[in-house]
C-alpha cells in the first residue's frame, strides 16, 4: 500500500485528488468484482493483491493528503482522526489508539510519541507475544498491541508532512 506513495503523492500535488479518488474507486470496485468471479489462485492474487489494492491504496492517500495539506497547526490530531475511520466498524479501543497519540504528538512532540509508542510496542511484542503458551495471554498481547500500533497509522503521515516542510 505504501511502494507508491511517491507517485499517488506526485499526482495529488501536481492535480489534487480528483484523479485518485477517480482511479481508486475504480480499481478497487473492479478488483473486488473480479474476485468474485476467480477460479484460481493467481487471479484470486491479481483482483484482490493487485487490483483492489492499488485502488484502496490510491483512496488511502487521496483521503491522507487532503487533510495533511489542509491542517497545519493540529495535523496530526486530523490524520488521527482520518485514521480512526477505518476503525469505526471495530472497537472504541483502536480509535482512541488512533486519535490520543495524534492529540499528544501535537502537544507533546509527534517524534516523541512516535518512539514512545514503538518502544511500549517492542516491549509487548518481546514480554508478551514471544513467551505466550495460553490464549488468554495471546488475547491480551492482540488488545494490547492493538493499542498501541494504531497510533503508528495515524502518526506517520504527521511525521512525513512535518520532516518535507
Known amino acids: 500500500m505504501q511502494g507508491l506513495a511517491p507517485v499517488f503523492g506526485k499526482i495529488f500535488d501536481s492535480y489534487g485528488p480528483r484523479y485518485l479518488l477517480i482511479f481508486g474507486t475504480t480499481f478497487h470496485v473492479f478488483g473486488l468484482m473480479m474476485t ?7 487471479q ?8 483492489s489494492g492499488l485502488g484502496a491504496s490510491a483512496l488511502f ?7 495533511a495539506t489542509w491542517f497545519d497547526k493540529r495535523r ?3 490524520l488521527g482522526i482520518v485514521a480512526s475511520g477505518s476503525s469505526v466498524s471495530g472497537l472504541v479501543v483502536p480509535i482512541l489508539g488512533r486519535i490520543l497519540p495524534g492529540w499528544a504528538g501535537d502537544r507533546f512532540g509527534r517524534f516523541n510519541i512516535e518512539i514512545l509508542i514503538m518502544i511500549i ?20 498481547f492482540s488488545a494490547l498491541y492493538g493499542f498501541s500500533s494504531g497510533a503508528f ?4 503521515p504527521a511525521l ?3 520532516i518535507s516542510e
Not at 468474485?36 to 493467481?42: A, C, F, G
Not at 510496542?121 to 495471554?137: K, Q, R, Y
Open 36 to 42: 468474485s468471479l476467480s477460479s484460481e489462485y493467481y
Open 44 to 51: 484470486t492474487f491479481l483482483s484482490q493483491s493487485v487490483c
Open 61 to 67: 492517500y487521496a483521503g491522507t493528503n487532503a487533510v
Open 160 to 162: 512525513v508532512a512535518q
Open 121 to 140: 510496542t517492542g516491549i509487548f511484542v518481546l514480554a508478551l507475544w514471544i513467551p505466550a503458551h495460553s490464549s488468554g495471554v495471546i488475547v491480551a
Open 153 to 156: 497509522a495515524s502518526l506517520l
Open 76 to 78: 496530526a490530531l486530523a
